[in-house]
């Protein structure tokens, strides 16, 4: 049983598209986020939702708009995309938000690759 | 502000050999310090955290890292590399409650026989 999943694993879609992207997770943890990974692998956080709410939210375009319809789910719905959209976008999930309560540990679903043309 | 540094963006070291991943960090607060691993075409998976018990922490497949605050640093090691070892590692800081993950920028640990 995966933990976190996420689909497509692969998009490869045209400059102006609307696409999103789907994430699951199945150990009941609280708190859910997006993480965009670039070409160098450099890692950086988009949003994260905590029981449905958003609590961090960077400095990221409007064209991106995250929606958890429940606690287990946080999809990540870009508009209008654009060429620096094309990443590695990765969906992670923690027991809680303060990771001074917790484990500290974060669980990444295996990413998924947006290719914009 | 708080910050992490990976020393090295790449490590080649042939397989039976130590390995040493170097990071130094930044911050006003005492913080938490994990490293994460990724495997090419995976996510990330935790290999070990410090969360001011032991300076000491062990993790799994072998690797294990020291909490030096004298000298800022958390650096990973493991005394012989595997093949299966080849991958991107990250030195990851939590510099205080309620504050996102701070990552570094990886090294790329190589592995040759």
């Known amino acids: 049983d995966t933990a976190v999943s996420q689909t497509p694993k692969y998009l490869v879609t045209q400059m102006g598209n609307d696409k999103s992207i789907k994430c699951e997770q199945n150990?009941?943890?609280?708190?859910m986020y997006w993480y965009k990974q670039d070409s160098k692998k450099f890692l950086k956080i988009m949003f994260s939702?905590?029981?449905?709410?958003?609590?961090i939210n960077e400095t990221v375009p409007n064209r991106f708009s995250p929606k958890s319809p429940d606690k287990a789910h946080l999809n990540l719905h870009i508009n209008s995309l654009e060429l620096g959209d094309s990443a590695v976008y990765f969906c992670?999930?923690?027991?809680?938000?303060?990771?001074?309560?917790?484990?500290?540990?974060?669980?990444f679903g295996e990413g998924s690759r947006l290719t914009v043309l | 502000a708080q910050s992490v540094t990976q020393l090295d963006s790449h490590v080649s070291v042939s397989e039976g050999t130590p390995v040493l991943l170097r990071c130094n960090y930044s911050?006003?607060?005492?913080?938490?310090l994990f490293w994460y691993v990724q495997h090419p075409n995976k996510g990330l998976q935790l290999l070990l955290k410090?969360?001011?018990?032991?300076?000491l922490v062990k993790g799994i497949n072998g690797f294990e890292a020291e909490f030096k605050k004298s000298e800022t640093s958390f650096h990973l090691t493991k005394p012989s590399a595997h093949m299966s070892d080849a991958a991107e590692y990250f030195c990851?800081?939590?510099?205080?409650?309620?504050?996102?993950?701070?990552f570094g920028k990886g090294t790329t640990l190589s592995v040759s026989s």
């Open positions: 992670a999930s923690s027991q809680e938000f303060d990771v001074n309560l917790n484990t500290g540990e974060l669980f």
């Open positions: 150990l009941g943890h609280d708190t």
């Open positions: 939702y905590n029981n449905k709410e958003l609590i």
């Open positions: 911050s006003s607060y005492s913080p938490s």
């Open positions: 410090y969360t001011s018990a032991a300076t």
């Open positions: 990851v800081v939590s510099p205080q409650a309620g504050t996102a993950l701070i």
